[in-house]
């Protein structure tokens, strides 16, 4: 794609927005209050508010690789934050797909150089699920497990941290694991019992004001 024609897109897309509501722009500059933060792939092919079928103002994304929410990581902690304690989200999605290129070079032994760190918390994921991953012989259906158990983690991982917990108890927010299958374009709920992952977790992670 030339760089030119993004532009050009661009300008369509204006005269597109305007003509339909004249007051578009002005609006969309008055704020936004969305009531979703969804966390997800940095996948070229997954864009979250296609998927979703929702327009500007309706998410707070946040994308990296593999959808992950690491406690060390600024980028994700701050999002998390800000949408949760200043934006006050009601939900927050963690969404993964199947045949994600981050989960498939955790699943390989080569050495990645400067994404190691980053791919050593997904293989955390295999191992917390050795058992049940090894059991599956055929590796693609291995692949898509892993990918699924990787959403509920990072689900997991979401529930542990102080603003979902505080807000949990405030306001009742929830959380939700999705996978987006490629293949059919599909979302896929996974059910993520939030509120029996946030007793389980409360013993060890509760945080006391």
Known sequence: MEMQEIFKNNQEWVAEKLNVNPNYFKNLSEGQSPEVLYIGCSDSRVTAEELMGVGPGDAFVHRNIANM???????????????????QVKHVVVCGH???????????????????????????????????????EDEEARYKRLVELNVEEQCVNVIKTADVQRAYRDRNITVHGWVFDIHSGKLIDLNVNYEKAMKDIMEIYHLED
């Open 69 to 87: 929410v690491i406690n060390t990581d600024l980028s994700s902690m701050s999002v998390i934050n800000y949408a949760v304690k200043h934006l």
């Open 98 to 136: 199947y045949y994600c290129g981050g989960v498939k070079a955790a699943m390989q032994s080569a050495d990645l150089g400067i994404l190691n760190p980053w791919l050593r918390n997904i293989r955390d994921v295999y191992r917390l699920h050795k058992a049940e991953l090894n059991a599956i």
